[in-house]
């Protein structure tokens, strides 16, 4: 069994940054994905960055240069740097842990608003 809480979500103005972290407990291996996911108001989830254990990122090209995705292996903690967050950045963020055949788990969620 694996827990995943999630902090750091709040309000925000246009271009200002926040940090989200993502702390799992349980059954952790090294061959895990974490990522973080957002969903916006009447919108589909959609994939906003991942990070093998060994480091390896990707992102989704609308927070390319903005956001950075970075974990802590000892402490199993995952980190969303968002900088220059813009209007279209709110949403509720999940964090997630892609665990091949042992499933996918998921956060509660943390909001993000971004609104002057």
């Known amino acids: 069994q694996v827990r995943l809480v999630e902090s750091g979500g709040g309000l925000v103005q246009p271009g200002e940054s926040l940090r989200l972290s993502c702390a799992a407990s349980?059954?952790?291996?090294?061959?895990?994905?974490m990522a973080w996911y957002r969903q916006a108001p009447g919108k589909q989830r959609d994939l906003v960055a991942s990070?093998?254990?060994?480091?390896?990122?990707m992102y989704r090209d609308s927070v390319k240069g903005r956001f950075t995705i970075s974990g802590d292996n000892a402490k199993n903690t995952v980190y969303l740097q968002m900088n220059s967050l813009k209007a279209e950045d709110t949403a509720v963020y999940y964090c997630?842990?892609?665990?091949?055949?042992?499933?996918?788990?998921w956060g509660q969620g943390t909001q993000v608003t971004v609104s002057s």
């Open positions: 990070i093998t254990r060994g480091g390896s990122t």
């Open positions: 997630v842990l892609h665990a091949g055949r042992r499933g996918n788990y």
């Open positions: 349980g059954s952790i291996f090294g061959s895990d994905t």
